[in-house]
């Protein structure tokens, strides 16, 4: 079992930045590929980027590409979403997931949420504009 804590989300003006953190714990952090969706009002979870195990791959959403960048401490058992230029249509809450995967696939990332089995409770993200 894998336990995981988002922080870092809050209310931000559009243009600015915030940092989102997610802790694991539970079970060995190194073979988990992680990944960050969010979820606004009304709308559907979406992907938003993923890192995998390896820490070697990223993938991001077209609408989060050059803003936002993933990031992994293997060390502290934490990733982090570093949020840029955010954007009044970045509110959401945001989710931080993980999967672990087998040795094979540890350059992979999913933006699949059925491929992650873990989930934390979430941070509210707010842009104003």
């Known amino acids: 079992q894998v336990q995981l804590v988002e922080s870092g989300g809050g209310l931000v003006q559009a243009g600015g930045s915030l940092r989102l953190s997610c802790a694991a714990s539970?079970?060995?952090?190194?073979?988990?590929?992680m990944g960050w969706f969010r979820q606004a009002p009304g709308k559907e979870r979406e992907f938003v980027s993923g890192?995998?195990?390896?820490?070697?791959?990223?993938y991001y959403a077209d609408s989060v590409k050059g803003r936002f960048t993933i990031s992994r401490d293997a060390a502290k058992n934490t990733v982090y979403l570093q949020m840029n230029s955010l954007k009044p249509e970045d509110t959401a809450v945001y989710y931080c997931?993980?999967?672990?995967?087998?040795?094979?696939?540890?350059?992979?990332?999913?933006?699949?949420?059925?491929?992650?089995?873990?989930w934390g409770q979430g941070t509210q993200v707010t842009v104003s504009s």
């Open positions: 997931a993980a999967d672990q995967r087998p040795h094979l696939l540890r350059d992979y990332v999913s933006d699949r949420s059925i491929e992650y089995r873990y």
């Open positions: 539970g079970r060995t952090f190194s073979s988990y590929a």
């Open positions: 890192i995998s195990y390896s820490g070697g791959n990223t």
